[in-house]
């Protein structure tokens, strides 16, 4: 039975104009995307920017999206850090606070050996809390291969994978020399991934189209591929952006043509020059104006 399944997001963080954290905003935005029907919420991951985020900034971030998704959805944190220890330190506040898991990179500095990757994983699994373990081989310098993820599943608390290689082949290798459970983990690859097997996905653009997102998801889940591509194909575009370097300007700026702004990114994240910003704005257009089937 899969622990985390459905549409989760990862979510930004608001800034301010001040580039400060808005926290009220952060909780309106959980308090949104719940009410649009996403089955859970991922702070302080990438997409939340939290490596330009103070400890404390974190802790409060992490505490904020538990407290505004006050039980209704799971709020699974992002847990990346320069070393096992502070991953751990992470794990174990977020737990305290009502943490439902917790995803999981390897360790980020630098290319570790596999008994190194091992070892961090054993830590993050003794923390306590489910791991759903997240391979990104094009930002970080490990690919968590099937053979590997085999060695992790044998902790007691790691049930699931982020798939992010951008290889829709890959979840098959995954359930077929695996126990984990495999959420997609690359927006342009989530419906795909239901088709071949992936119970969960967690998304970076779905911040700014949810409900259509839900939708694609449980249709592909329930083999409707007619359906699901009746919206996919138009949300594409715009999809593409979360396996790209500035996916958190573009979902930000989505957010703002959406209604929803969240403010800047930190730096060294930079905005968006005008070429990139119209380029956006065309896919968020292209994926909101689709036409809508009549219904027979």
Same mark, same amino acid.
């Given at each position: 039975?899969?622990?985390?399944?459905?549409?989760y997001?990862?979510?930004?963080?608001?800034?301010?104009?001040q580039?400060?954290?808005?926290?009220?905003?952060?909780?309106?935005?959980?308090?949104?995307?719940?009410?649009?029907?996403?089955?859970?919420?991922?702070?302080?991951?990438?997409?939340?920017?939290?490596?330009?985020?103070?400890? #404390?900034?974190? +802790?409060? %971030?992490?505490?904020? !999206?538990?407290?505004? $998704?006050?039980?209704?959805?799971?709020?699974? @944190? =992002?847990?990346a850090?320069?070393?096992?220890?502070?991953?751990?330190?992470?794990?174990?506040?977020?737990?305290?606070?009502g943490?439902?898991?917790?995803?999981?990179?390897?360790?980020?500095?630098?290319?570790?050996?596999?008994?190194?990757v091992?070892?961090?994983?054993?830590?993050?699994?003794?923390?306590?809390?489910?791991?759903?373990?997240?391979?990104?081989?094009?930002?970080?310098?490990?690919?968590?291969?099937?053979?590997?993820?085999?060695?992790?599943?044998?902790?007691?608390?790691?049930?699931?994978?982020?798939?992010?290689?951008g290889?829709?082949?890959?979840?098959?290798?995954?359930?077929?020399e695996?126990?984990? #459970?495999?959420? +997609?983990? %690359?927006?342009?690859? !989530?419906?795909?991934? $239901?088709?071949?097997?992936?119970?969960?996905? @967690? =998304?970076?653009?779905?911040n700014?189209?949810?409900?259509?997102?839900?939708?694609?998801?449980?249709?592909?889940?329930?083999g409707k591929?007619?359906e699901?591509l009746?919206?996919?194909?138009?949300?594409?575009?715009?999809?593409?952006?979360?396996?790209?370097?500035?996916?958190?300007?573009?979902?930000?700026?989505?957010m703002?043509f959406?209604?929803i702004?969240?403010?800047?990114?930190r730096?060294?994240?930079?905005?968006?020059?005008?070429?990139e910003?119209?380029?956006?704005?065309?896919?968020?257009?292209?994926?909101?104006?689709?036409?809508?089937?009549?219904?027979s």
């Open positions: 039975m899969a622990r985390f399944p459905g549409v997001v990862a979510i930004v963080t608001p800034f301010t104009e580039y400060e954290v808005d926290y009220q905003r952060l909780a309106e935005h959980v308090d949104w995307l719940i009410d649009q029907g996403v089955h859970g919420i991922i702070p302080s991951g990438s997409v939340g920017e939290y490596a330009a985020l103070t400890r #404390e900034e974190r +802790a409060k %971030v992490i505490e904020t !999206a538990i407290d505004a $998704a006050a039980g209704r959805v799971p709020v699974v @944190i =992002g847990s850090a320069p070393s096992t220890k502070q991953v751990v330190e992470l794990i174990g506040f977020a737990k305290e606070k943490a439902s898991g917790v995803m999981a990179l390897p360790p980020i500095n630098y290319k570790p050996k596999e008994e190194e091992i070892a961090h994983y054993e830590a993050v699994s003794n923390a306590g809390l489910p791991v759903i373990v997240y391979n990104n081989p094009h930002d970080y310098p490990v690919d968590l291969k099937p053979a590997l993820l085999n060695k992790l599943a044998k902790f007691e608390n790691i049930v699931a994978v982020k798939e992010f290689s290889d829709v082949r890959r979840i098959h290798d995954i359930l077929r695996t126990e984990l #459970e495999v959420l +997609a983990g %690359v927006d342009d690859l !989530a419906m795909e991934g $239901a088709l071949v097997g992936a119970t969960g996905w @967690i =998304g970076g653009l779905t700014v189209l949810p409900g259509d997102s839900v939708r694609v998801f449980e249709l592909a889940r329930e591929v007619a699901a009746d919206i996919y194909r138009y949300l594409l575009p715009l999809f593409h952006y979360d396996a790209g370097p500035q996916l958190v300007q573009a979902i930000k700026l989505s703002e959406a209604g702004p969240a403010g800047p990114t730096p060294p994240r930079l905005a968006l020059n005008e070429q910003q119209q380029e956006v704005r065309a896919a968020y257009e292209y994926a909101v104006n689709r036409p809508q089937r009549v219904k």
